[in-house]
């Protein structure tokens, strides 16, 4: 890493507890040796990806008007942006709620026991540096939002009840906000690094 003070770069091998790595040259702090569990945020990603199952398995919402009853899914959605003449918001809907999840969880998951073996393989870091590329582009908090703006609105003409999906959206949302916080991407780095 490049020294924040002078700009030196340096090599810094795994830091032991409680150690402190300083730059060379000007004597700046550079990072703390705390190696955090790489076991938490395991455990947060595959909550997370179960709560993401769930959210796609189950109905949002169900709407009942004039006694037929609707169900509104996720896949759903997709589908009735297509059908509406909106094919490119289909299109972000599916990047951002439907494919961007499991493919940051699941790339996340992998990279995470790898590191935990201490068993690591090229693929490792390739797939750790797409994860973290792809975290930018999970946004099922602003379609969460969507969805609780359309729940307050449609309250008005029909009676809506919050679906299974709904909570499960909310919990992985909360989920995936612990996970962002409590993953140390220069841990995993060090765990990966030590493996090679
Ligand atoms: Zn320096």
Redesign the pocket.
């Known amino acids: 890493m490049a020294?924040p003070?002078?700009?030196?770069l340096q090599r810094i091998g795994s830091l032991p507890k409680e150690e402190t790595a300083v730059?060379?040259?000007?004597?700046?702090f550079l990072r703390r040796g705390a190696h955090e569990s790489l076991d938490i945020p395991l455990t947060i990603s595959f909550v997370a990806l179960l709560l993401f199952g769930a959210a796609n398995a189950f109905p949002l919402l169900v709407l009942q008007l004039h006694g037929s009853v609707q169900l509104a899914t996720i896949p759903g959605c997709v589908n009735a942006l297509v059908s509406l003449g909106w094919p490119w918001l289909a299109a972000i809907l599916i990047t951002t709620v439907v494919l961007a999840p499991p493919v940051y969880l699941g790339g996340l998951i992998y990279v995470l026991i790898q590191a935990r073996r201490k068993h690591t393989t090229r693929w490792a870091m390739r797939i750790f540096r797409i994860v973290l590329e792809f975290q930018p582009w999970g946004m099922t908090e602003v379609f969460l939002l969507g969805i609780l703006v359309a729940y307050v609105r449609l309250n008005d003409m029909a009676i809506v009840i919050p679906g299974a999906s709904l909570y499960a959206l909310a919990a992985f949302t909360v989920a995936m906000a612990t996970l962002i916080t409590s993953l140390d991407p220069r841990a995993v780095w060090d765990a990966l690094e030590g493996g090679l």
């Open positions: 020294c003070e002078c700009d030196l730059c060379l040259r000007c004597g700046a």
